[in-house]
């Protein structure tokens, strides 16, 4: 299995771009977070003429979640155990932020993990329980052939961030955020991107304010967990700087990690 993750930052004013890449790509599975529609707007016609399936979560014109699998598509969930909601106030409502599927042998999640906003905003705490519930969860899907991708709103290390007093970031470098990030290693999965691309300053974000990308001030906040008998499998990881490049970008690059089927 060729597998990517990639925050598309709406999918329907770049499906054309997404569709050229997986046709370029040739990647099986892709996990896609902040879709930015609802399942009944999603554009499916042009990944069903590459051969793909689509399940996708989203409830508005924020947030959203898709997976696209042309191997296979199955019992597919659009909630993790115990996934908090959130609301600045009043009963916290669940968001349309984690989706998963099985893909061939191995279970697929597809994540967008809280922003945080700020250090004293209530999201900050909300991103913080998003993690944890998620890593809780993920112990229980340890066993077997997990993927769990997506956007984690988290520079883990120091050199995953142009300056670590980007005021836009302070919730991505936090002692917590970054504790929260390393604790699904604590359950039995293994980060892929790290392992075959350690090289420091290796971005897959860059804010469209301010000339970031030609300035190479970026983070790297889009990561592939995997679990130890998916881990075992792969045998390298691409970072598609590439394709923050030209008109119409994300603002986020597809991470993709290669898998080969067990002998």
Not at 51 to 65: F, I, K, R, T
Not at 152 to 180: G, K, M
Not at 191 to 210: C, G, H, K, M, V
Not at 222 to 229: E, N, T
Request: some cysteine; aromatic content about 10%; charged content about 20%.
């Amino acid at each position: 299995m060729r597998f990517a993750t990639w925050n598309v930052n709406s999918i329907r004013a770049r499906v054309d771009r997404v569709a050229d890449w997986l046709e370029r790509s040739q990647v099986d599975v892709l996990a896609m977070q902040e879709i930015k529609c609802k399942p009944e707007q999603f554009p499916l016609a042009p990944f069903a003429a590459l051969g793909y399936e689509v399940a996708a979560h989203g409830l508005n014109q924020w947030n959203g979640v898709a997976i696209a699998s042309r191997i296979g598509l199955d019992a597919v969930e659009t909630q993790f155990p115990a996934q908090p909601g959130f609301a600045k106030t009043g009963d916290p409502q669940l968001e349309a932020r984690a989706i998963g599927a099985l893909c061939g042998d191995t279970r697929v999640w597809s994540v967008y993990v809280p922003n945080g906003r700020g250090i004293e905003d209530p999201h900050y705490a909300y991103k913080l329980a998003f993690l944890s519930t998620l890593r809780d969860a993920a112990a229980s899907w340890a066993g077997s052939p997990t993927l769990i991708a997506g956007d984690f709103n988290v520079a883990p290390l120091s050199t995953d961030i142009w300056s670590e007093t980007d005021a836009s970031a302070e919730t991505h470098v936090t002692e917590q955020a970054r504790a929260a990030f390393h604790a699904f290693a604590e359950v039995g999965y293994e980060e892929l991107s790290r392992r075959f691309i350690p090289a420091p300053n290796t971005y897959t974000f860059w804010d469209y304010q301010q000339l970031r990308f030609p300035r190479g001030e970026g983070m790297r906040i889009d990561f592939v967990y995997a679990s130890a008998s998916a881990a075992a499998r792969a045998t390298g990881v691409t970072i598609d700087r590439d394709e923050r490049k030209g008109q119409g970008a994300s603002d986020h690059v597809p991470v993709i990690v290669d898998l080969p089927d067990a002998t």
